[in-house]
């Protein structure tokens, strides 16, 4: 079975679900609705820019989480899943996604964004697996506001990957056959371990570096991958 792994935003989504949710929270008052707004945006654009620093921004956007009953949070992701999510969802993405579970693929979504927020966006696309960003919760599921485990966020993608593939018979022959879809330099570390690199409507720098690679470009912004 061959590995098929997909980042998520500006991916399999036309949009950013990280960057979103924090503007959704803004917009809820869960949280200071210009300070907040305005520090999103400024760690969109280091994230963009390829200078994030992953683990501030994780302090950033694990807060809100420990701030707000786990209840709470889940009502306000349902509203946020049905009302900018799903409208979100790339037309080309659910077409891209059968074609490897055709091909009996293992699909697999791995994403910088925490798994609180993906979680419910890997089961629409029904993708059974997803590697995300893990926020620590207490025995009694709440939030502490804490990162736990690895960021999987530009080399930490690769340890995440190996660490799901742990299990796996030969998990560096796995990742040397998969296929990997991302939009973003900061995939570029993993972009180059595995064996079917795809840039899918990729930011400059990832168009420039899969033009001097040779590697295949394509959109999900329309309805054939």
């Not at 796996?168 to 040397?176: A, L």
Request: hydrophobic content about 40%; aromatic content about 8%; glycine content about 6%.
């Amino acid at each position: 079975m061959a590995l098929a792994l997909f980042d998520l935003d500006n991916t399999l989504l036309a949009g950013d679900s990280d960057h979103a949710w924090n503007q959704f929270l803004a917009e809820v008052g869960a949280v200071h609705p210009t300070c907040h707004a305005e520090t999103n945006d400024r760690f969109y654009q280091e994230y963009v820019a390829g200078v994030l620093d992953i683990h501030e921004f994780c302090r950033f956007a694990f807060s809100p989480l420990a701030e707000h009953p786990r209840a709470q949070l889940e009502a306000w992701r349902e509203e946020f899943i049905e009302t900018l999510i799903r409208p979100m969802i790339a037309p080309g993405a659910q077409h891209l996604l059968e074609r490897h579970r055709v091909a009996g693929d293992e699909l697999v979504i791995i994403t910088a964004t925490n798994q609180f927020v993906t979680q419910p966006i890997a089961d629409i696309l029904g993708v059974d697996h997803l590697i995300a960003t893990l926020a620590e919760e207490r025995e009694d599921g709440e939030f502490t506001g804490e990162l736990t485990g690895v960021p999987c966020f530009q080399e930490g993608k690769i340890e995440r990957l190996r660490q799901h593939l742990a299990d796996h018979p030969d998990p560096e022959g796995t990742i040397t056959q998969a296929s990997f879809y991302s939009d973003s330099r900061n995939d570029i570390p993993l972009l180059e371990q595995v064996g079917r690199p795809v840039a899918v409507d990729p930011d400059p720098t990832l168009a420039e570096h899969a033009r001097n690679k040779g590697w295949p470009v394509i959109s999900l912004r329309d309805t054939t991958a």
